[in-house]
């Protein structure tokens, strides 16, 4: 059996990598990570400047992104597809060679690796190495605890309908809302009719360059990047730590 190791590398910044991550990463002689057409990709930024000069690159392109509706049975098609064939690309490789597999934030936390994970168990071993998840990142972006004493977090889907966004932003403390992007819009008319808007805050590419924190009802824009992220930050027991 081969051996794939997928490498948390933290929401951005190639500093929060943990020490074994950077070592794999480092020592790498294969490597590959999921990008847009395009683009360099998220994961390949980070590790810019890291990987050995004779290291062997296997970009994994998207066929599709935001083209067409993620619902959409096309969409689940041509992701499926895809995710087949890089698990069958990897699984010849990792059969003579170590592949490292580079991923944002934690693996295990809407990684799309998870997808490669499960087309190949028994098929060659499989390690993960924890990364620091972007939310994280993001909330210390911030400078406020994200939660206290009996806080309830509840991470969200943007792209979740709108009432159902509205019923579970009522019914928790604070607030992760990933995937705003083009649902930002939608995702704040939801903040407004759950009465939660004054405390959020939008933050766009947290720790990496070009970071922006801003209150999400001071920011206009109709759309925002796509490694951006919005946060309601729980009150619970705030008199007791500061007391």
């Not at 509840?154 to 928790?172: F, H, K, P, W, Y």
Request: with cysteine; glycine share 10%; proline share 4%.
């Amino acid at each position: 059996m081969g051996a794939i190791i997928c490498c948390g590398l933290g929401p951005g910044d190639p500093e929060l990598m943990s020490v074994r991550a950077d070592r794999e990463v480092r020592a790498a002689k294969h490597v590959a990570y999921f990008r847009k057409k395009g683009h360099p990709g998220q994961a390949r930024r980070i590790v810019e400047g890291l990987l050995a000069e004779d290291v062997c690159e296997y970009p994994m392109e998207y066929p599709v992104t935001t083209e067409i509706s993620f619902g959409s049975a096309e969409y689940v098609r041509l992701l499926a597809d895809f995710y087949d064939e890089c698990a069958e690309r990897l699984a010849r490789l990792a059969s003579v060679a170590k592949v490292v597999v580079l991923c944002e934030g934690d693996p295990y936390f809407y990684g799309s690796f998870m997808h490669l994970h499960a087309r190949l168990q028994g098929r060659v071993a499989i390690e993960v190495i924890a990364g620091i998840p972007g939310m994280a990142g993001c909330w210390n972006s911030v400078g406020q605890p994200i939660a206290l004493g009996d806080d309830v977090t509840t991470v969200l889907m943007g792209t979740l309908a709108e009432d159902e966004l509205e019923r579970r932003m009522r019914n928790s403390d604070a607030l992760v809302i990933m995937k705003t992007g083009r649902n930002l819009q939608k995702v704040r008319r939801a903040l407004v009719s759950a009465d939660r808007l004054a405390d959020a805050w939008l933050v766009e590419r947290g720790t990496m360059p070009g970071e922006r924190v801003a209150r999400l009802m001071d920011v206009h824009e109709a759309d925002c990047p796509y490694f951006a992220i919005v946060l309601v930050h729980g009150r619970g027991r705030r008199m007791e730590c500061a007391e």
